[in-house]
Nanobody
Framework: QVQLVESGGGLVQTGGSLRLSCVVA????????MEWFRQAPGKEREGVSC????????YYADSVKGRFTISRDNAENTLYLQMNSLKPEDTAMYYC???????????????????WGQGAQVTVSS
């Protein structure tokens, strides 16, 4: 059974940092791409950052470049999202997702992902 479990969300002030974790079970990681998505109230879900697990290629949304870093720990089967210099507009539910489709030059689309976590809430106060 495939499971993706996020943790690490919380409430932080503007300029603060949080690190999200996504523990993955039941997948052969080398075959998968992983992505962090987020969805703010009243808005569509958007991609934040993705990684191709086998070689670590990453992409970032323009809104988070230079502030967020995606990484992985193969031994722990865990995907991370380090979020620095947080802004109120980063407030959202954050989800990790896994899928077997990868394009060159940009992250896969939301519909390309097969497995999703339950989400972790990030709230940035002004």
């Amino acid at each position: 059974q495939v499971q993706l479990v996020e943790s690490g969300g919380g409430l932080v002030q503007t300029g603060g940092s949080l690190r999200l974790s996504c523990v993955v079970a039941g997948l052969s990681f080398l075959d998968y791409a992983m992505e962090w998505f987020r969805q703010a109230p009243g808005k569509e879900r958007e991609g934040v950052s993705c990684m191709r697990w086998n070689d670590g290629i990453t992409y970032y949304a323009d809104s988070v470049k230079g502030r967020f870093t995606i990484s992985r720990d193969n031994a722990e089967n865990t995907l991370y999202l380090q979020m620095n210099s947080l802004k109120p507009e980063d407030t959202a539910m954050y989800y990790c997702a896994a899928g077997r489709i990868w394009y060159g030059g940009h992250c896969p689309e939301e519909a390309d992902f097969e497995y999703w976590g339950q989400g972790a809430q990030v709230t940035v106060s002004s």
